[in-house]
């Protein structure tokens, strides 16, 4: 791996690379071993570069935005992980915001509210990423990023950048193509709407309140761990399955919103892995569905 970090100083300044740092430190979860190598492009052309210096030399590779939906395993990644947060410029051109995927959700719906724009207040509570949101179709209080997307920017596994349209974008249920196509987004295009800055910001106020009363924020977490199954939801399951606040290790079912799971200060991974599947076992056998994870869980097993 040595010989790597030489090769990718050709493309990032030195002082942006890190060699076998925690992922605790990037991940909402605060969990996490070590990745061999993190790299943090300062902006696309650093990224395109270390993008082609990976793909020459055949190394494996993850993309990461602010770490909110995934869980590292405890013993880290091997590869080099690739975080996109410092990718993050912002414009606004009429009703449309132009974003740099790795900008935090919470700074594009500021713009909005700033320039007056309507329609991005759903995702303003969201601590992840556009690039994330988009690579999930995240979406919260009944609008997704496909509702707002007009098109986005992207880049194949063999370094080619082109626009995918909404309608090319493959959206579904937490999916896109950029999972399904093994993409990466570079920009997105949203379109939003004209609206007041005293009902945008009140709008803005009301969710996060919302946000702050059902989910166990006060803790780290990653979110929502299970997919809606359909007809039901995944919290309610849980929580019928008598396992609210049923803790392994330092991982605890959350006793303010069952759907999260929550670091209570010590996990590891690899509890809050089988909280997950002590999760999944106790809801098949008790109602017969099948809950799938919306969270990643990367690195060795």
Request: proline share 2%; charged share 25%; net charge neutral.
């Amino acid at each position: 791996m040595k010989n790597i970090v030489e090769i990718l100083k050709k493309a990032i300044s030195e002082e942006n690379i890190y060699i076998n740092e925690l992922m605790s430190r990037h991940t909402s979860f605060r969990i996490g071993g070590p990745a061999e190598v993190l790299v943090i492009p300062q902006n696309r052309e650093e990224l395109i570069n270390v993008l082609d210096i990976i793909r020459n030399e055949n190394i494996p590779y993850f993309i990461l935005g602010n770490g909110t939906n995934v869980i590292v395993s405890d013993r880290g990644i091997r590869g080099v992980v690739i975080k996109l947060t410092a990718i993050r410029k912002i414009s606004v051109e009429g009703e449309i915001i132009v974003s740099e995927t790795g900008a935090l959700l919470s700074a594009i719906a500021n713009t909005a509210l700033d320039n007056e724009l309507t329609g991005f207040e759903f995702a303003s509570g969201i601590p992840g990423t556009l690039g994330g949101a988009v690579t999930m179709n995240a979406g919260a209080y009944g609008t997704e990023i496909k509702d707002v997307i007009e098109k986005v920017e992207v880049i194949d596994e063999n370094g080619n950048i082109y626009e995918i349209k909404n309608g090319n974008m493959k959206f579904a249920y937490r999916s896109s193509a950029i999972q399904l196509d093994n993409l990466i987004a570079l920009k997105a295009w949203i379109h939003l709407k004209k609206g007041n800055y005293k009902d945008i910001r009140a709008k803005m106020d009301e969710l996060n309140g919302l946000r702050k009363k059902k989910q166990p924020l006060e803790y780290p977490s990653a979110g929502s761990v299970f997919k809606r199954p359909e007809g039901y939801y995944a919290g309610k399951l849980i929580q019928d399955a008598g396992l609210q606040g049923y803790t392994i290790g330092g991982a605890q079912v959350s006793e303010k919103h069952c759907g999260f799971i929550v670091n209570k200060g010590d996990a590891t991974a690899e509890d809050v892995i089988n909280l997950i599947r002590c999760i999944q076992k106790t809801v098949k056998d008790r109602f017969g569905v099948d809950l799938h994870t919306e969270v990643k869980i990367i690195g060795e097993k």
